[in-house]
């Protein structure tokens, strides 16, 4: 039988890319989790961990699959996550500005008392900015809700000449391999068998 698909994010990126794979979700709820860093754990270990934390807390049934992520901005072994505030955004473009950083995307698939998990690493490059480049974007606001305090599908994009690894799983959810573990848990994704 083909299973229900569960989203388990409130993050309107995660909907959309997964409608960029062809799905809509019977369902949607948003894991609510502690997302504190514990003392010296590091970003990639700390973004895994996020991921199977919020697929373990949303209730499903055993026919239901469910699909949760997390995003984790990595600065060397700093972790920069959501701001509170545009002053901590400040902060984090200040640090980001002019070097490379990576940005980890861990997606964890659950399907009753299985769970496929994936990470996915991407490094990004990040111009010098300007503090009116800085001051602008704040003043956009899309800053808020977003690891790192940026969003590169949007004005953002203008200060990063470059990236290796995956686009959408900076978004927030890495389509390809999105796929694979869907299709792993019986979820029909394009191209795939019943
Ligand atoms: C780096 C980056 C992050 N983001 C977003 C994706 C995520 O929504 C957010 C990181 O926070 P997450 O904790 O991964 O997700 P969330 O709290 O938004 O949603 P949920 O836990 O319910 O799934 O940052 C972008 O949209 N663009 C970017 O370039």
Known sequence: MRPRLILGSASPRRKELLAQLGLV????????????????????????????????????????VVLCADTTVALGRRILGKPADAGEAAAFLLKLSGRRHR?????????????????????VKVKALSDVEVNAYLASDEWRGKAGGYGIQGAFGAFIPWIQGSFTGVVGLPVAETAQLLQAAGVIVYGGAE
């Open 25 to 64: 979700p019977d369902d949607i709820r948003a894991p609510d989790i502690d997302e504190d860093p514990r003392p010296g754990e590091l970003p990639r270990p700390y973004c895994a961990r996020m991921a199977r934390e919020k697929v373990a807390a949303v209730p499903a049934t055993a026919d239901e």
């Open 103 to 123: 940005v980890i995307t861990a997606v964890a698939v659950k399907r009753g008392d299985r769970i496929w998990e994936r990470e996915v690493e991407t490094t």
